[in-house]
């Protein structure tokens, strides 16, 4: 039998899985910037909640989202976003009544959706992401599209693009959901057939439609900007200018209508091209929701949030080479090598005094030749090896190399530890007066 994995899902492993603990702490350490706190919550959630929330015209509830009946006959999505489950669990933690608004959330995951794999698309992905809910100034959603930005920057990804639109309030919305009607009716005929389901749901859907033929009918439709209250129009015009005067890079994008129908006021993605030009898709997005908590079973509130796909931010940052070496930030310290059976129980000994000593450290059981042994040593980047040969053992030594300066020295047993902190501490030493070094040069340069 020949296991794969299944269809759109992907392993992340060793230095992978080290570049993305490094993303989602870099992410974690700019959201408690902004004062928002963890929210772990389940994986599985009732259908309902996300035909409620993220919308039956949306093209995630109509046909991506993974839903099974479990062995009690209940009807179980695996969550295809966030931000549903979050209002959920603050509503059922009432939340709005025990803690003081807004409540802030920060959370990471896989979520699950039934796409076509492509570049930038899995079925299992993962996502960072913030919401704010209870929001009541526009400088919540401020805050949020500045996480956003802060945290890529965090990353060095310096040369990110900001798309922003407004959806404008309900009754914006509405004006212009007639308007969208009227426009596609006499056209509809001649476009794809989710064009169709879409003009029946919600036209907006339609401004989505990625089918090349449908586009000049959509060029020509009529623009949200036309319908906008004088409130909404006003709302955007503030984020705009305090935008600029933060001096945050965006372009308003009047096509932007997001593909989850929760969305009301600001939405906006983050895009970034790589150096060499690949496009890899939104590599966050997020907005402003004013029915969502009221719709799950809270009171009226209004919420704002992003999500950044964990995926995407990991391919921008290998392809343009901002990943740290994580060989370098995970070194191995000391490797102990047996050079047979009978030194085995030292070695397992001394590797657990200097685990505990909080050195990093590894055992080679293979009994191979000296040589072969510190080849393989140096091959998994270790500083240090120590190697337990029968004959030293009798005289409770054993011979202690440095792989980098290839030197070696034959020590007592209980001084392994103390001669790997006397190393480290010297090491230490000497990259500090190296910078000092350093300093003293490019003052004199200077002056
Ligand atoms: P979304 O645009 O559906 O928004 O997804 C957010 C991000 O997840 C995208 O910008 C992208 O980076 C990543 N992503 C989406 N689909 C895939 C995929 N198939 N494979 C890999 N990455 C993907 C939401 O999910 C909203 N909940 C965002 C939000 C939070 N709005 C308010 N609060």
């Known amino acids: 039998m020949d296991y794969k994995n299944v269809k759109g899902t992907h392993d992340v492993i060793l230095n992978e899985a080290d570049a993305y603990s490094f993303i989602e702490a870099i992410l974690r350490n700019v959201a408690e910037r902004f004062n928002f706190k963890e929210f772990r919550i389940p994986v599985l959630e009732s259908t309902s909640l996300f035909n409620r929330s993220v919308g039956e015209s949306s093209d995630i509830v109509r046909k991506e989202m993974y839903t099974f009946l479990d062995k009690g006959d209940r009807e179980i999505t695996l969550r295809p976003e966030f931000t549903a489950g979050i209002i959920r669990s603050f509503v059922n933690a009432k939340l709005y009544a025990n803690a003081s608004l807004p409540v802030k959330a920060h959370y990471v995951g896989p979520v699950f959706r039934y796409e076509r794999p492509q570049l930038g698309r899995y079925r299992q992905f993962n996502q960072f992401g913030v919401e704010l809910i209870g929001a009541t100034s526009l400088y919540h959603d401020l805050e949020v599209i500045l996480m956003g930005y802060e945290a890529l920057r965090a990353l060095h990804l310096d040369n990110v693009k900001i798309l922003i639109n407004t959806l404008g309030d309900q ?52 623009k949200i900007k036309d319908f906008l209250s004088d409130e909404s129009k006003e709302r955007f015009e503030i984020i705009k200018d305090v935008l600029k005067a933060l001096e945050i890079p965006y372009e308003i994008d009047d096509t932007l209508v997001r593909g989850l129908d929760y969305y009301s006021e600001v939405v906006f993605e983050y895009h970034y091209t790589t150096q060499t030009g690949i496009n890899y898709g939104a590599i966050g997005a997020g907005g402003h929701y004013s029915s969502l908590v009221k719709e799950i079973g809270g009171p009226s509130l209004d919420g704002v949030g992003l999500s950044f796909g964990v995926e995407r931010l990991y391919s921008v940052l290998r392809d343009d080479n901002l990943l740290p070496d994580f060989n370098e930030l995970r070194p191995l310290h000391a490797i102990f090598l047996p050079l047979s059976e009978k030194t085995s129980d030292a070695a397992f000994a001394l590797a657990t005094l200097a685990r505990r000593n909080g050195f990093i450290s590894d055992i080679d059981y293979s009994y191979s030749k000296v040589g072969t042994l510190l080849k393989k040593a140096s091959k998994a980047n270790a500083d240090f090896a120590i190697i337990l040969g029968e004959e030293e053992m009798e005289q409770s030594n054993v011979n202690i190399k440095n792989l980098h300066l290839n030197s070696q020295e034959t020590i007592s047993l209980n001084e392994v530890c103390d001669y790997l902190k006397e190393s480290y501490e010297k090491m230490i030493r000497q990259q500090e007066e190296e910078i000092e070094m350093n300093l003293d040069e490019a003052k004199e340069y200077e002056s």
């Open 171 to 222: 009754n914006s919305r509405d004006a212009y959901r007639n308007a969208l009607k009227e426009h596609f009716i006499p056209v509809i005929d001649n476009m794809c057939p989710d064009c169709k389901n879409r003009l029946e749901l919600n036209p907006l859907r339609i401004l989505d439609c990625k089918v090349k033929e449908d586009k000049q009918y959509i060029q020509s439709a009529p």
